[in-house]
């Protein structure tokens, strides 16, 4: 469960630095995300979940 909130913690800090860093282009990205269509936007988001479960497998392999 400790994992669980690490990863949580670690989302958040990554996106409230983005979020203070460059707003003005997450206004930038999230205008190209609304252009797409709902297809293109959903291939992203299933391609983000298994690049993320990826990444999970791997972290458990090496750790």
Same mark, same amino acid.
């Given at each position: 469960?400790?994992? #669980? ?5 670690? #989302?958040?800090?990554? !996106?409230? =630095?983005?979020? &203070? @860093?460059?707003?003005?282009?997450? !206004?930038? #990205?999230?205008?190209? =995300? %609304? $252009?797409? $269509? ?7 988001? @299933? &391609? $983000?979940?298994? %690049?993320?479960?990826? @990444?999970?497998?791997? %972290?458990?392999?090496?750790?």
């Amino acid at each position: 469960m400790i994992w #669980v909130i690490l990863a949580f913690g670690l #989302v958040l800090v990554v !996106e409230g =630095l983005v979020l &203070a @860093l460059a707003p003005l282009r997450v !206004e930038q #990205v999230l205008a190209l =995300l %609304a $252009s797409l $269509s709902r297809d293109q936007r959903r291939l992203m988001g @299933l &391609a $983000s979940v298994a %690049a993320g479960v990826a @990444l999970v497998a791997l %972290a458990r392999w090496l750790g």
